[in-house]
């Protein structure tokens, strides 16, 4: 299942909150520490020029460097194009959620049946602890006994109750977390465009590793999940076009979308 640090980070970018905890400078330029030179690896760093424009260029720290100095508005262009590289149409958009759905009814499921099996043992516990005092009563087993056996099945009970509330939690939680991540893929170009700095920034971060630049290209990397959707709203894009029908392509979303979830009994 999708972290719960992950979930709260989707829904805060999704809703534009933004809560900065750090001390900036008084001048904060967008790609700072963000994008590294293709050339030597160094930082690229931003510099002011005409009160207005704004350039990046290599730091020079291994030495003098090649690449040249480079407007921020291409970074902008550039970044919005790997962002939109997430993006598919409403109408798979549609038929993902869709998906989703089904998949998280099958997920329920198997959560009703693990919690109904716990609470089953729960009970089973209860009984063992409510048989055997009645031995410590009539005489059978001392009170040692009966202490440390108790206390073994209390334990064995506590286990059962956290397992039972975290797939209680998981039933809904399966289906709303993986609408969201696909929410956030859907907008993440559009909304990068509109962003001021601060939040392109988290967006970034949050969806992107290791930017480099060289030779007037950026190249970025996904972070998880977002790869493998980039790499899914690629192939099913290309299989589409193909020919191939929906119901051969479902296999595709699934088990990437799903990759986090799993039985936690």
Known sequence: MVDRELWNKVQDILSGRYENRTK???RHFTYTGLIRCGHCGCSLVAQLQKGKYIYYHCSGAKGKCPEPYTREEVFDEQLAEVLGGL??????????????????????RYDDEVVARLRAEYDKLQQRIDAMYVDKLDGRIDAAFFDRKSADWRSEQQECLATIARHQNANQTYFDEGVQLL???QKA????????????????????????????ELTATYRQPFDLLAKNVLEFSQRKRSGEPETAISEIWLPDLGSNQGPND
């Open 189 to 216: 170009g559009e909304m990068f465009r509109t962003q001021p700095s601060n939040q392109k920034r988290r967006l970034l971060g949050f969806v992107l590793s290791n930017c480099t630049w060289e030779g007037g």
């Open 87 to 108: 993006r598919f149409d409403d109408e798979v958009l549609e038929w993902v959620t869709g998906a989703l759905r089904a998949s998280h009814d099958d997920e329920k």
């Open 183 to 185: 929410e956030l893929a």
């Open 24 to 26: 900036r400078p008084k």
